[in-house]
C-alpha cells in the first residue's frame, strides 16, 4: 500500500521558519516527480512546488519563489519544503503529491498519490 505521510507543520511567528518532510512508503518514488501543494479554509488547492527525479528541474508558484525551497532525497524516498519569511497568508495544509500522469505538474488532477497534509500556520 502506498503512503505519503507528511511532517513538520506547525505554528510560527511571521517571518520565521519551518521544514516540512513527506515520506514515501509502499514503493520507490525515486524516478517520479513529486510536488507540495496547499490549501487554506474556503480556498481551492494549490500549486506550492515541484521537483523532477534527478533534482535539475524545480518549480515554485510565484507566490513562495525565493521563500521556499523544494528538496528530495532518493535513498529515502522523501521530499522536503523548506520554508523561510513565512507570511500568515502561507497558512494551509500542506499537501506532498507524487508520481503525475500528466506533463502539467501545477495540477492537482495530475497527481495519483496524495498525503493527508500537514497544517501550517503562520501568525502575524
Known amino acids: 500500500q502506498v503512503q505519503l505521510v507528511e511532517s513538520g507543520g506547525g505554528l510560527v511567528q511571521a517571518g520565521g521558519s519551518l521544514r516540512l518532510s513527506c515520506a514515501a512508503s509502499g514503493r520507490t518514488f525515486s524516478k517520479s516527480v513529486m510536488a507540495w501543494f496547499r490549501q487554506a479554509p474556503g480556498k481551492e488547492r494549490e500549486f506550492v512546488s515541484s521537483i523532477n527525479w534527478s533534482r535539475s528541474n524545480t518549480y515554485y508558484a510565484d507566490s513562495v519563489k525565493g521563500r521556499f525551497t523544494i528538496s528530495r532525497d532518493n535513498a529515502k524516498n522523501t521530499v522536503y519544503l523548506q520554508m523561510n519569511s513565512l507570511k500568515p497568508e502561507d497558512t494551509a495544509v500542506y499537501h506532498c503529491?507524487?508520481?503525475?500522469?500528466?506533463?502539467?505538474?501545477?495540477?492537482?488532477?495530475?497527481?495519483?498519490?496524495w498525503g493527508q497534509g500537514t497544517q501550517v500556520t503562520v501568525s502575524s
Open positions: 503529491a507524487a508520481d503525475p500522469w500528466m506533463s502539467d505538474y501545477s495540477l492537482a488532477r495530475a497527481y495519483r498519490y
